[in-house]
């Protein structure tokens, strides 16, 4: 029969998804501590995301909490799966002989999971009643995506390879028990170097890759490290990062497509290192990508190189979504200045678009969370929704200086409290030349107030960071448009004539 990571792969191939959507019944995300609340928790997942996700990963441990009914919803979870789409118990089993072969049967048989993540500290024998049946698979844990995993992992083995750690030889020993196309290795996001030392000892094996949003691992070290020269061979779970978003469709489709980003750029890369074996990389998720070597002078000298220019995945599917709402538009408009423009970015359309606004206000907190400051000031009219969100989602207190100074009342020229010497970071929507954000400085200045950063989702790179840099202060965004153009060309999302006109445009 055909091994289970056949079909993953399979699967993964059909859909373009690495993305495993965890279904973990947290008891603070339901509305009551009960089986019913949890079974329908999880169908609610599966129903927005049926269609994205490579696999799913229900959880034993809230279902068990649950005693018996809890039993009974997870295998009715499990059953509502369509039969084309994995699903991989998240058990950490681990013993051995008839012990074994009954927790076998509980997660094949009675519960009818496709996959189940085992310990191997029992050894191989522990192993094989889970690897009996090709069709059935174990991510065996290696490395771990806890804190504290080093404690045993990490240990040094003082055998024939004194080198070798104790995870690398879970790997080691793994690649010589796969002999069904069934087992595959944990190795949590949060470990890129183990990540990298894993894929090196086991070349072709699966990966499963926890540890992704809540845990705080990084989407793109993780799976530069872990990736295939295929593109395959990692499956990233994710579970609050989708389950508790406004809208997890849309998160879920946000995260594959920037796994789907990061595969076809890993590959890209790989295609620059030797561009004299192919005129083609590897097939990555179902599709050839063409590498487009530059010649080394190019590289060297053009600021708009992409091998210079790569967003982060999150930024890049921030980009895409921004695309998507007619933020940014290509055609022939007349600026402000009067020139003519191949494209315009119009940012005030996110405000009809709350959960756009809401990945808005999170990007800007990422980048924020690296400054030293106590107040967000916004600039009237496109930061100040920007503003509001970003207050709410990293709970900064907001002030902004008025355009206009009010006839009445306070006539205040700051709206918001505040108190002299307080440090200030600037907000806005898009930095051009700079003109807007000093007008904006000297008011602030004038109540008292120290600034040193400012911060924008979008740099057009026409001199802002420049004239603000000669003035003192610091300019941080998000991405810049040179970035996003890079992005949208190696996508292939935008017509290449825009793109090209929209370089020669911000070459003037």
């Known amino acids: 029969m055909i091994g289970f990571f056949s079909r993953l792969e399979a699967r993964a191939r059909q859909i373009d998804s690495l993305l495993c959507v965890g279904l973990d019944p947290h008891p603070a995300d339901l509305p009551a501590p009960t089986a019913e609340a949890a079974h329908d928790f999880c169908l609610r997942l599966i129903e927005a995301t049926a269609d994205v996700a490579a696999a799913f990963k229900p959880n034993a441990a809230f279902f068990e909490a649950l005693g018996a009914e809890g039993f009974a919803a997870l295998r009715q979870v499990i059953a509502a799966v369509s039969d084309d789409v994995p699903v991989v118990l ?5 013993d051995i002989a008839s012990t074994a072969e009954a ?3 509980a997660a094949f048989e009675t519960l009818g999971a496709d996959a189940i993540t085992l310990s191997p500290y029992l050894g191989r024998d522990s192993l094989e009643p889970f690897l009996a049946q090709p069709e059935r698979g174990v991510f065996l844990l290696c490395k771990t995506s806890n804190p504290g995993a080093g404690d045993l992992q990490d240990l040094p ?3 024939r390879r004194p ?8 790997a080691e020993l793994a690649r010589g028990w796969n002999a069904k196309d069934n087992l595959g290795l944990v190795v949590g996001a949060t470990h890129p170097e183990a990540l990298a030392a894993v894929r090196k000892v086991a070349p072709e094996l699966w990966i499963l890759a926890p540890g992704v949003g809540a845990q705080g691992g990084d989407l793109e070290a993780a799976l530069r490290a872990g990736l295939r020269p295929d593109g395959l061979g990692m499956l990233i779970p994710v579970s609050r990062q989708i389950s508790r978003a406004a809208n997890p469709r849309r998160a879920a489709l946000d995260l594959a497509k920037a796994m789907r980003i990061w595969t076809r750029i890993n590959a890209d890369e790989r295609g620059r290192e030797k561009p004299e074996s192919s005129a083609l990389v590897p097939e990555t998720a179902g599709h050839a990508i063409r590498a487009r070597p530059r010649p080394e002078s190019e ?5 708009l190189s992409p091998i210079h220019s790569v967003l982060s995945c999150a930024a890049a599917a921030l980009a895409d979504r921004l695309l998507d709402a007619g933020c940014v538009r290509f ?16 940012l005030r359309q996110i405000i009809s678009d709350p959960a756009l606004l809401a990945e808005v206000g999170d990007a800007y907190v990422q980048l924020l969370r690296g ?18 969100a970003v207050s709410l989602a990293g709970g900064w207190p907001m002030i902004y200086p008025r355009k206009e100074v009010k006839s009445y009342g306070t006539a205040a020229e700051i709206e918001g409290g505040f108190a002299q010497g307080e440090r200030i970071v600037v907000l806005d929507d898009l930095a051009t030349t700079g003109g807007s954000k000093f007008e904006a400085i000297e008011k602030l200045a004038a109540a008292g107030l120290v600034i040193e950063d400012v911060v924008v989702l979008i740099d057009r790179q026409s001199g802002a960071a420049e004239s603000l840099a000669a003035a003192g202060y610091k ?7 040179q970035q996003m153009l890079d992005h949208w060309e190696r996508i292939a999302s935008v017509p290449v004539e825009q793109i090209a006109a929209a370089r020669a445009f911000l070459r003037q």
């Open 371 to 388: 400054l030293h400051f106590d107040r967000l000031a916004a600039l009237p009219y496109a930061g100040l929704p920007i503003a509001t």
């Open 90 to 94: 998240d058990a950490k089993r681990g």
């Open 475 to 481: 300019l941080h965004a998000v991405m810049t448009l």
């Open 331 to 346: 055609g022939q408009f007349t600026l402000k200045s009067g020139l003519q423009s191949p494209i315009y970015l119009d």
């Open 157 to 159: 083995l003082a055998d």
């Open 103 to 105: 927790y076998a049967h």
């Open 299 to 303: 590289e060297a000298s053009d600021p």
């Open 163 to 170: 080198s070798q750690r104790l995870f690398e030889r879970v």
